[in-house]
């Protein structure tokens, strides 16, 4: 190991060494994104501190900001910075921290947000379909591509991709959902779900609210579309 790397740990190590850093990355590694005002609540430090003790550990790259309307939230900067901090967890014997939404049930469950699914559903898809090898991140701005596979299951579910890619929006992004806190499926290929799940019953929209709600055809059909279940 060179001067160079050894410099690089002894910082790494001296950001994550930190209590109050420390208590940031650790509310993090569920994998949940958090405002800088939640993560100054978790470090026990002021507002103005956990700014700056927030900028000192993305300067070196362990968290990474994202941006969602007017609000920042703040998230681990990739699988494997989880990875060493489940070890360092894993050596001082304490538990992996979990993530508790206050969000109401009924809106947490699956909503809309602007023209686009959220919620637990649209963040289960979203993850189904990574997981699936359908969705490719691209460019700087972390903008999805359909791998072939992909395309070739959402045209058989009657998508019209060429359409979609001719409207002048992103064609398919992540969108940080606020109660989840993990991302669900933005974009033109977003809404176009979320018109496809209505026209098809999968979900129903509540008169009076964003919530949506998920019939028993709907959960089947989602099973055959997709292998899943809603809830």
Same mark, same amino acid.
């Given at each position: 190991?060179?001067?160079?790397?050894?410099?690089?740990?002894?910082?790494?190590?001296?950001?994550?060494?930190?209590?109050? !850093?420390?208590?940031? +990355?650790?509310?993090?590694?569920?994998?949940?994104?958090?405002?800088?005002? #939640?993560?100054?609540?978790?470090?026990?430090?002021?507002?103005?501190?956990?700014?700056?003790?927030?900028?000192?550990?993305?300067?070196? !790259?362990?968290?990474? %900001?994202?941006? %969602?309307? &007017?609000?920042?939230?703040?998230? +681990?900067?990739?699988?494997?910075? =989880?990875?060493?901090?489940?070890?360092?967890?894993?050596?001082?014997?304490?538990?992996?921290?979990?993530?508790?939404?206050?969000?109401?049930?009924?809106?947490?469950?699956? !909503?809309?947000?602007?023209?686009?699914?959220?919620?637990?559903?649209?963040?289960?898809?979203?993850?189904?379909? =990574?997981?699936?090898?359908?969705? =490719?991140?691209?460019?700087?701005?972390?903008?999805?591509? +359909?791998?072939?596979?992909?395309?070739?299951?959402?045209?058989?579910?009657?998508?019209?991709?060429?359409?979609?890619?001719?409207?002048?929006? !992103?064609? *398919?992004?992540?969108?940080?959902?606020?109660?989840?806190?993990?991302?669900?499926?933005?974009?033109?290929?977003?809404?176009?779900? +979320? %018109?496809?799940?209505?026209?098809?019953?999968?979900? #129903?929209?509540?008169?009076?609210?964003?919530?949506?709600?998920?019939?028993? &055809?709907?959960?089947? %059909?989602?099973? &055959? *579309?997709?292998?899943?279940?809603?809830?």
């Amino acid at each position: 190991m060179d001067a160079h790397a050894d410099n690089y740990l002894a910082r790494i190590a001296g950001a994550i060494a930190e209590p109050a !850093r420390a208590r940031m +990355l650790c509310a993090l590694l569920d994998g949940h994104a958090r405002t800088s005002t #939640e993560l100054s609540v978790v470090a026990e430090v002021s507002p103005s501190t956990a700014s700056a003790h927030l900028a000192r550990l993305k300067d070196e !790259r362990l968290v990474d %900001q994202v941006a %969602q309307g &007017k609000h920042r939230y703040y998230q +681990l900067a990739g699988r494997d910075v =989880a990875t060493a901090l489940e070890a360092l967890l894993v050596v001082a014997g304490l538990p992996r921290p979990t993530f508790t939404p206050n969000t109401p049930a009924r809106l947490r469950n699956a !909503r809309t947000c602007y023209d686009h699914m959220a919620g637990t559903l649209a963040v289960r898809l979203h993850d189904h379909f =990574a997981e699936q090898g359908w969705l =490719a991140a691209e460019g700087e701005r972390g903008d999805y591509e +359909l791998s072939a596979a992909g395309a070739v299951h959402f045209e058989q579910l009657g998508f019209d991709l060429p359409a979609m890619r001719k409207l002048r929006r !992103r064609f *398919a992004c992540p969108c940080l959902d606020w109660s989840e806190r993990k991302p669900h499926l933005g974009g033109a290929l977003g809404a176009a779900l +979320l %018109q496809h799940a209505l026209m098809k019953g999968w979900v #129903e929209q509540d008169l009076d609210s964003r919530a949506l709600s998920v019939p028993p &055809k709907g959960e089947q %059909q989602l099973r &055959k *579309a997709f292998g899943i279940r809603p809830d």
